[in-house]
């Protein structure tokens, strides 16, 4: 007889939630601190790309423990590393953060469309789709409201 998941434990919202703090920050320092402007885009871009990167690498371990991954979900699996390289590369290559910003944040806003996929064919925990959703949300529109600002 099979067991349903656990729910999230209140932990994991939590932490999820403390993860949107560096953006909260870094939005609040261009108003406290604007003579830091390039700087505070600079961190909220880093932090944006390297959660936007986490994700792809928790794509990556479902597939490879639910040994059901197929070459759809590790070719999408590494595109968040890849994306955030490529627009690494446009700033060295004139892009202004600010201009980079936006692209991250669409796709951070796109990406639970591939934990929606993952749910159908894998299963999740009760609750993980609807905060995956909060959780890139709020991640993808602070990334946007700091091009914004």
Do not use: K, N
Not at 34 to 39: D, E, G, K, T, V
Not at 73 to 80: H, K, R, T
């Amino acid at each position: 007889m099979e067991t349903a998941p656990a729910p999230l434990a209140p932990a994991v919202r939590l932490l999820g939630y403390a993860g949107l703090l560096p953006l909260v920050g870094c939005a609040a320092g261009l108003f406290l601190l604007p003579m830091h402007r390039a700087l505070l885009l600079e961190i909220g871009f880093g932090y944006a790309a390297l959660i936007y990167s986490f994700l792809g690498g928790l794509w990556w371990g479902q597939g490879i423990a639910h040994a059901r991954g197929s070459a759809w979900l590790f070719g999408v699996a590494v595109l968040p590393s890849l994306i955030g390289w490529g627009l690494l590369l446009l700033q060295r290559m004139g892009w202004t953060t600010a201009q980079a910003l936006p692209v991250l944040g669409a796709a951070i806003l796109a990406s639970p469309l591939v934990d929606l996929v993952l749910q159908r064919s894998m299963g999740a925990v009760p609750g993980w789709i609807a905060l995956r959703v909060q959780l890139s949300t709020g991640l993808g529109l602070l990334t946007l409201a700091l091009a914004m600002l």
